[in-house]
Nanobody
Framework: VQLQASGGGLAQAGGSLRLSCAAS????????MGWWRQAPGKQRELVAT???????YYVDSVKGRFSISRDNAKNTIALQMNSLKPEDTATYYC???????????WGSGTQVTVSS
């Protein structure tokens, strides 16, 4: 499966951004799709996932602020990021796989920068 991410950019604290990711190729690897992020000097962190059935997962630090959605017909996911904080600044990566613990497909990263 190939993943193409878009969106991101620069926002002020309290603002919003939206990320999108489109999958193509073998859909076998898209039971779970989601977003990871990596800030400079930090480990990559799983931010949010959504299954084909619509089950979602969020890391505690984004609960209530981020919302992940999915369009199975178009093989796309989106991450709506509201109430952004400077600590959300990172490179965000779209990922997909069969389980949240097995997401071997990666798209190119998209930068999100939140200024205070």
């Amino acid at each position: 499966v190939q993943l193409q991410a878009s969106g991101g950019g620069l926002a002020q604290a309290g603002g919003s951004l939206r990320l999108s990711c489109a999958a193509s190729g073998s859909m076998f690897w898209t039971n779970v799709m989601g977003w990871w992020r990596q800030a400079p000097g930090k480990q990559r962190e799983l931010v949010a996932t959504i299954t084909r059935a619509g089950e979602t997962y969020y890391v505690d630090s984004v609960k209530g602020r981020f919302s992940i959605s999915r369009d199975n017909a178009k093989n796309t996911i989106a991450l709506q990021m509201n109430s952004l904080k400077p600590e959300d600044t990172a490179t965000y990566y779209c990922s997909a796989g069969t389980l949240r613990s097995n997401m071997p497909a990666w798209g190119s990263g998209t930068q999100v920068t939140v200024s205070s």
